[in-house]
């Protein structure tokens, strides 16, 4: 219980795999995903999220469907779009609706890890990256908050039926959606 309330006031520790990687997420060109974008300029959300004070995770979302998960240590779960329809669903549906929360104020030039309980949400569009930070304990949320949190936990959970489904096959991700499981 002591864990539950503990803040984290210091970087979690990454590996340089992860870096790598969640760099290459946040700088992915536009033009890879310009037959998915109609009517917005949107194309892709970056979400940083501490799960402890030694695990971070990254969720990578684009407007094609795709979503990928990163974690701190070098590992990734990655692919399930392209065999999955609810990830599909659940990805386009997030990066489509972060439009909604792109303003001048939010606008970033760098991608810093949070340090906190914090998640860092950064929103990719065709006019640069704009970034949110949403507490992620319940009641500390605006209602826009809450329904961008929604959006991205549903992603979250098409993954991890994803990889159950995966398990149950008898098929072998890469790696596990959760690290240590």
């Known amino acids: 219980m002591a864990n539950e309330n503990q803040t984290f006031y210091r970087r979690v520790p990454v590996s340089k795999p992860y870096l790598v990687t969640r760099n290459q997420a946040l700088r992915l060109s ?3 995903f310009t037959q998915f974008m109609k009517d917005s300029t949107v194309y892709g959300v970056i979400v940083d999220m501490p799960m402890s004070p030694t695990v ?3 969720l990578a979302c684009y407007v ?3 979503a990928n998960l990163y974690f701190n240590n070098g590992t990734d779960y990655s692919g399930a779009a392209q065999f999955y329809p609810g ?12 439009a909604h929360y792109v303003n001048d104020e939010n606008k970033v030039n760098n991608f810093e890890l949070p ?8 929103i990719l569009t065709t006019k640069g990256v704009h970034r949110l930070e949403i507490n992620p304990i ?4 605006t209602a826009e908050e809450r329904v961008f949190l929604a ?6 959970g098409e993954l991890r039926s994803a990889q159950m489904k995966d398990q149950a096959a008898g098929n072998t991700p890469k790696t596990m959606l959760v690290p240590g499981n």
């Open 30 to 32: 536009p033009s890879n």
């Open 56 to 58: 971070i995770t990254t």
């Open 64 to 66: 094609n469907g795709a």
């Open 87 to 98: 990830v599909v669903q659940a990805a386009r549906m997030f990066v489509t609706n972060a």
């Open 115 to 122: 340090n906190s309980r914090a998640h860092f949400a950064y």
């Open 138 to 141: 319940n009641g500390q949320q």
């Open 151 to 156: 959006m991205y936990q549903r992603v979250m």
